[in-house]
């Protein structure tokens, strides 16, 4: 598990006025709230909120099942003489 913070660009829609913004965050697993603003430079309402991260992670397993025939499960042929 890489646990190195990254920062990267990050989609944000203010709860309050709707606007849609694209902040430049440091994403760490270990934080998973940060406070941030609404941009009023860019129409939005100036208002403060609480982002939270949030990771989904996808595990997938690939088995194989193996039946073997022993002489015991094995059908019994009738033999003529």
Do not use: W
């Not at 697993?29 to 990771?55: H, M, N, Q, W």
């Amino acid at each position: 598990m890489n646990i190195n913070p990254k920062r990267g660009p990050v989609d944000i829609t203010c709860p309050y006025c709707l606007l849609s913004m694209r902040h430049n965050l440091l994403m760490s697993p270990y934080t998973e709230r940060k406070l941030t603003y609404c941009d009023e430079e860019e129409g939005g309402c100036g208002k403060a909120f609480v982002i939270e991260f949030r990771s989904e992670v996808s595990i997938k397993a690939t088995y194989q099942l193996v039946l073997q025939e022993t002489s015991s499960n094995a059908p019994h042929s009738e033999r003529e003489d």
